[in-house]
């Protein structure tokens, strides 16, 4: 079966922009994590939904915003990007919560310049 | 909140050596997942342990859940060239999204 896939992979915005960045689950998975990877601070975890509703949140500001969709497709939105949040946005399918190996995808690489 | 550290961050060894990364949390967990990441890659899922005390094994891995609930370990048997990459335990507490180490970044010499 077709894995996580996320879009788009690369991504270039100028500081003060917004970005959308998508994840499509493997079928039939109903929960969808989302998480940033920088060098410095490893996996930070922003936010998971399970059947359209947010479960979990991290310890991100509100310009970092998500949601999910009828069809299990998630998306997450990054207002006023910072120089900062540049880095790697990886999200995670699972066919529940918390207690079930999760599928990474490959990620979107944001550069905010 | 919940903080999980892994120990050691970097880790070389020579091909047939043998490899242990340890994971603490701060608080008592649920269960705890392991992943890989290979460079350039995005995370794999390897395991899962729920249970006090738990040990699972796949082939040349062997995974430990500590009785408290509270640090787990991977050890590698044996190295290969192909186990390069960093390895995260990611530890959840009940009802709680998971919260991942800083992973231990292994370096295989032949």
């Known amino acids: 079966k077709a894995g996580v896939t996320q879009t788009p992979r690369y991504l270039i915005k100028t500081r003060g922009q917004q970005v959308t960045l998508s994840c499509s689950p493997i079928?039939?998975?109903?929960?969808v994590s989302w998480y940033q990877q920088t060098p410095g601070q490893g996996l930070q975890f922003l936010f998971e939904y399970f059947s359209e509703t947010q479960r979990n949140k991290g310890n991100f500001p509100g310009r970092f915003s998500g949601r999910q969709f009828s069809n299990s497709r998630s998306e997450m939105n990054v207002s006023t990007l910072e120089l900062g949040d540049s880095a790697l946005y990886l999200c995670?399918?699972?066919?529940?919560?918390?207690?079930?190996?999760?599928?990474f995808g490959q990620g979107t690489r944001l550069t905010v310049v | 909140g919940q903080q999980v550290m892994q120990i050691p961050q970097y880790q070389h060894v020579q091909e047939g050596e043998d490899f242990t990364t340890y994971c603490n949390s701060s608080?008592?967990?649920?269960?705890i997942q392991w992943y890989k990441q290979r460079p350039g890659g995005h995370p794999v899922f390897l395991i899962q342990?729920?249970?006090?005390?738990e040990v699972k094994k796949q082939k040349r891995l062997t995974f430990q859940f500590g009785e408290a609930k509270k640090n787990s370990s991977l050890h590698i048997t044996a190295t290969q060239t192909t186990d390069v990459g960093t390895y995260f335990c990611?530890?959840?507490?009940?009802?709680?999204?998971?919260?991942f180490g800083p992973g231990t970044r292994l370096s295989v010499l032949p």
């Open positions: 995670a399918s699972s066919v529940g919560t918390g207690n079930t190996e999760a599928f």
């Open positions: 079928s039939g998975h109903r929960s």
């Open positions: 990611a530890g959840r507490n009940y009802g709680q999204n998971f919260v």
């Open positions: 608080t008592t967990l649920s269960n």
């Open positions: 342990l729920v249970k006090s005390g």
